[in-house]
């Protein structure tokens, strides 16, 4: 078992930051890579970024590339989203989630991660 509990979230102005933090607890040393999702309301959850444990090779959607910062800490099991220039459209629940081997689909799909955490929002105003 992984669990996953996210923070960081909270109502940030168009152009500011936020760094959002996903802490893993339990089966830890199974981790083949984390992830970033996120859900605005009436939308489906899409993917954000990942990275992968061993060689940190981090990966983004093309919406945030130059904006938002993957990274992990393999040490405290945490991995990190730092989101700069942030704008209302990145207005949504954000979501970490943890897969534990490398399956035959992309990473970018949903059935590719095995645990999620709750959660935490993210509200950008104008």
Do not use: H
Not at 9 to 24: E, I, K, M, P, Y
Not at 50 to 70: A, C, E
Request: net charge positive; charged share 15%.
């Amino acid at each position: 078992q992984v669990q996953l509990v996210e923070s960081g979230g909270g109502l940030v102005q168009a152009g500011g930051s936020l760094r959002l933090s996903c802490a893993a607890s339990g089966r830890t040393y199974s981790i083949y890579a984390m992830a970033w999702f996120r859900q605005a309301p009436g939308k489906e959850r899409e993917f954000v970024a990942s990275i992968s444990w061993g060689g940190g090779v981090p990966y983004y959607t093309d919406s945030v590339k130059g904006r938002f910062t993957i990274s992990r800490d393999n040490a405290k099991n945490t991995v990190y989203l730092q989101m700069t220039s942030l704008k209302p459209e990145d207005t949504a629940a954000y979501y970490c989630a943890a897969a534990l081997s490398l399956r035959p689909l992309s990473s970018v799909r949903l059935d590719f991660y095995d645990y999620w955490g709750q959660g935490t929002q993210v509200t950008v105003s104008s």
